[in-house]
């Protein structure tokens, strides 16, 4: 079984800055891709940024320039820093990966989300 587990949402106010990390653990042998989705009240979720194994990394038109997407790959960890934050942002931020199992099966697997409230 894998597990990903979000840390770092919280409350903060306009202009600050947060880090989310999520560590991927359990029967694992190479993750390819790692990402961030969002989906804030009433709305779907949506792509925030993702980072493949040679950190490449792809963001939302909407975070560019204001968060950066990383990856430990020693530690199965993808890190989000988010920095300049906005109202809009507020949504639970779930963790994505796109992984090759031990028993050899390419899946995605998610989190359960960490909420981000950003206040004005």
């Known amino acids: 079984q894998v597990q990903l587990v979000e840390s770092g949402g919280g409350l903060v106010q306009a202009g600050g800055s947060l880090r989310l990390s999520c560590a991927a653990s359990?029967?694992?042998?190479?993750?390819?891709?790692m990402g961030w989705y969002r989906q804030a009240p009433g709305k779907q979720r949506e792509l925030v940024a993702t980072?493949?194994?040679?950190?490449?990394?792809n963001y939302a038109d909407s975070v560019k320039g204001r968060f950066t997407i990383s990856r430990d790959n020693a530690k199965n960890t993808v890190y989000l820093q988010m920095n300049s934050l906005e109202t809009e942002d507020t949504a639970v931020y779930y963790c994505?990966?796109?992984?090759?199992?031990?028993?050899?099966?390419?899946?995605?697997?998610w989190g359960k989300g960490t909420l981000v409230t950003v206040s004005s």
């Open positions: 980072i493949t194994s040679g950190s490449n990394t």
């Open positions: 359990g029967s694992i042998f190479r993750i390819n891709r």
């Open positions: 994505n990966a796109n992984l090759q199992t031990r028993s050899n099966y390419i899946m995605d697997y």
